[in-house]
């Protein structure tokens, strides 16, 4: 597809409705209201042919564009490849909706953990927002396992940048390894230097999940912060 034929193509796929709920939740995005898994199929179509032309030179005006060169990464099937284009990709996140959906659609990363933790170290300590947002992402996603586990909390300890939807990203990353590894990562909660904020949203996350019993739910209570 051409970049005329995918301008056409989202044209013709805007929802008007689709469009005001989403910029409700996604503050300062100039939407065409293209639903996400419109968006999705587009980016498998796109990668057939031409995708690192549209990658590279498509304007982004708009998110969905943004989108769209998130979603072709998944179909990447080369990590260095991969790596290469998220690293371009990663500096044109400005909001949650651009960071999460896509870097989760990386299944890649599964199969080269090692590599892709290494790549992901500079993102940990940087001081911009959504570039920390896009670690905590990676980190949850594909790296609260048995192997990673230490150094996934670790890391999430360390991601300092300031910024609520950083604050938000770590606190989420924290409530999903607490799921997995309730006893690593209530050790962490019981001793840490989080600020107050991420602190006290971990925890609350944690204790919304239904797959956390209520003794924890108690226990976890009284490690907030006042």
């Known amino acids: 597809m051409n970049l005329k034929e995918i301008e056409s193509f989202l044209e013709e796929h805007s929802d008007e ?10 503050p300062g ?4 209201g293209v639903k996400l898994p419109v968006l999705r199929k587009l980016a498998a179509e796109i990668y057939k042919g031409g995708w690192e032309e549209f990658f590279l030179s498509a304007p982004e005006e708009y998110t969905d564009y943004v989108m769209l060169k998130g979603f072709l990464l998944g179909h990447i099937k080369d990590i260095k490849i991969l790596l290469k284009y998220l690293k371009l990709y990663i500096p044109k996140i400005n909001n ?3 960071c999460d959906s896509p870097l989760s659609s990386l299944k890649l990363i599964k199969k080269h953990q090692a590599e892709v933790w ?3 170290q500079p993102y940990i300590k ?19 396992d048995e192997v990673y586990i230490d150094k996934a909390l670790l ?7 300031e910024g609520y939807y950083r604050q938000m990203a770590v606190a989420w990353a924290l409530s999903v390894c607490y799921v997995k590894f309730p006893e690593k990562t209530e050790a962490l909660l019981a ?16 204790r919304d999940s239904f797959r956390v019993g209520k003794e924890a739910k108690e226990r976890l209570k ?5």
């Open 222 to 226: 009284s490690l907030r912060r006042k």
């Open 191 to 206: 001793d840490n230097d989080l600020d107050d904020f991420t602190h006290n949203k971990a925890i609350s996350k944690i």
């Open 96 to 98: 949650w909706a651009v």
């Open 17 to 26: 409705k689709a469009r005001r709920f989403s910029a409700s939740l996604i």
């Open 118 to 120: 290494r790549f992901i």
């Open 155 to 161: 890391a999430l300890r360390r991601i300092k940048a």
């Open 126 to 144: 940087d001081k911009r927002e959504y570039y920390a947002r896009a670690a905590a992402c990676l980190i949850m996603d594909f790296f609260v």
């Open 29 to 32: 995005a100039n939407l065409l």
